[in-house]
């Protein structure tokens, strides 16, 4: 089943994601190989601005479970979590209605 990840960062956490960041999006690129993720990005915390300069508010990751315990235990060998980037997470069962696949 599909699961959504709501992130909300830490105050300040520019510092933190970059230094694990290619960590990061290796292990995330791995689950795009498997198939499993869906749709996965950062937000911005301002709109039309590089966020590598004005920093990060969280993210948003949609992928492929067996559970939420699953996607949570995932989601806590993130480089991102294990470097305290993540003030705050949600896990919700999705349902993908469009587009169609």
Same mark, same amino acid.
């Given at each position: 089943m599909l699961y959504a990840i709501w992130i909300e960062d830490v105050a300040d956490s520019l510092p933190r994601r970059?230094?694990?960041r290619e960590a990061h999006l290796s292990r995330l690129r791995g689950f795009v190989t498997e198939g499993k993720? #869906?749709?996965a990005g950062p937000f911005p915390k301002v709109a039309g601005e590089d966020?590598?300069?004005t920093g990060f508010a969280g993210g948003l990751i949609v992928a492929d479970f067996e559970s939420a315990e699953a996607a949570e235990q995932w989601? #806590?060998?993130d480089p991102y979590y294990?470097?305290?980037v993540f003030k705050s997470y949600q896990i919700q069962p999705y349902i993908k209605v469009l587009p169609a696949d």
């Amino acid at each position: 089943m599909l699961y959504a990840i709501w992130i909300e960062d830490v105050a300040d956490s520019l510092p933190r994601r970059l230094k694990v960041r290619e960590a990061h999006l290796s292990r995330l690129r791995g689950f795009v190989t498997e198939g499993k993720v #869906k749709m996965a990005g950062p937000f911005p915390k301002v709109a039309g601005e590089d966020p590598t300069k004005t920093g990060f508010a969280g993210g948003l990751i949609v992928a492929d479970f067996e559970s939420a315990e699953a996607a949570e235990q995932w989601l #806590k060998e993130d480089p991102y979590y294990a470097e305290g980037v993540f003030k705050s997470y949600q896990i919700q069962p999705y349902i993908k209605v469009l587009p169609a696949d």
